[in-house]
């Protein structure tokens, strides 16, 4: 009897859910690679299905230019080299940031499955930024889901960061803990995405009629961004380093004519 009942609790343990239990981060950043890498076929796919001209139309409505041709499906090829580059993005940000995770845990897990979710959803944001006419409300309205799309699967790698600075000592490298070498870089660019497309969205409810050109400005702005970002924030670094020292200086300054003063003129 005393055996069974501990057959039974070692069996309990067993399927019991932890979410700070250790997970295998190299089967998540395999599954994570495969389903960006599927994400950005699927792209590809549709545009090669839905915007290639007929050779028909080609040689009757655009008297055999090719080139006039291609330009009417414009705003498609647009659409798809933007979810293209943020696809291509979030997978730079996805992985600088497992770079620096040393352990992955279940509840990190849980929330890379989530941001992918949102990720498989890029495919959708991008039929539904090139299907429907300029300027029309369902235009606005399929720009806005696309800046959620965006915003969710930014947010959740964001969280899993978050996450991971919990148990940072166990989690993260040294350079990606608080006051580390690449703790505020780091920040700047995993809050870049959820910044920039929640504020995209609450423009276009604002804005409406210019929502098509803030959400190209969007995607075209924030592989600029990346690029600029280590500068910025090498560039705050220094300055707050710099003005931490001086007042440590003048600190240290007061110190010394106080040491100097005679106890007298120290009381006077």
């Given at each position: 009897g005393q055996r069974g009942e501990e057959e039974e609790h070692h069996s309990l343990e067993t399927f019991t859910f932890y979410l700070s239990e250790p997970l295998s981060k190299e089967r998540v950043e395999a599954f994570s690679d495969g389903v960006y890498a599927i994400v950005a076929t699927l792209l590809i796919l549709d545009i090669c299905e839905d915007n290639v001209p007929d050779p028909r139309e080609v040689e009757e409505k655009f008297h055999g230019s090719l080139l006039e041709a291609l330009s009417e499906y414009g705003p498609n090829y647009l659409a798809y080299f933007g979810s293209f580059v943020t696809i291509g993005l979030l997978w730079f940000v996805h992985h600088s940031l497992f770079l620096y995770v040393t352990k992955a845990t279940r509840l990190m897990g849980l929330l890379n499955i989530l941001s992918l979710a949102f990720i498989g959803g890029l495919p959708l944001a991008y039929q539904l930024t090139s299907e429907f006419a300029e300027k029309s409300h369902n235009e606005i309205e399929a720009i806005q889901v696309s800046c959620v799309i965006t915003f969710?699967?930014?947010?959740?790698?964001?969280?899993?960061?978050?996450?991971?600075?919990?148990?940072?000592?166990?989690?993260?490298?040294?350079?990606?803990?608080?006051?580390?070498?690449?703790?505020?870089?780091?920040?700047?660019?995993?809050?870049?995405?959820?910044?920039?497309?929640?504020?995209?969205?609450?423009?276009?409810?604002?804005?409406?009629?210019?929502?098509?050109?803030?959400?190209?400005?969007?995607?075209?702005?924030i592989p600029f961004a990346f690029l600029a970002l280590r500068i910025l924030v090498r560039i705050s670094l220094t300055a707050i380093k710099s003005v931490m020292s001086l007042s440590r200086r003048k600190v240290v300054l007061l110190e010394e004519e106080e040491a100097c003063l005679s106890p007298n003129e120290t009381l006077s």
């Open positions: 969710f699967a930014s947010i959740f790698q964001f969280a899993i960061w978050t996450t991971a600075l919990l148990n940072e000592e166990e989690t993260l490298h040294a350079f990606a803990r608080y006051g580390g070498k690449e703790h505020a870089f780091m920040f700047a660019k995993l809050a870049l995405y959820p910044c920039v497309s929640l504020g995209a969205f609450i423009l276009t409810c604002l804005l409406s009629e210019f929502s098509t050109v803030i959400f190209h400005l969007m995607q075209i702005v």
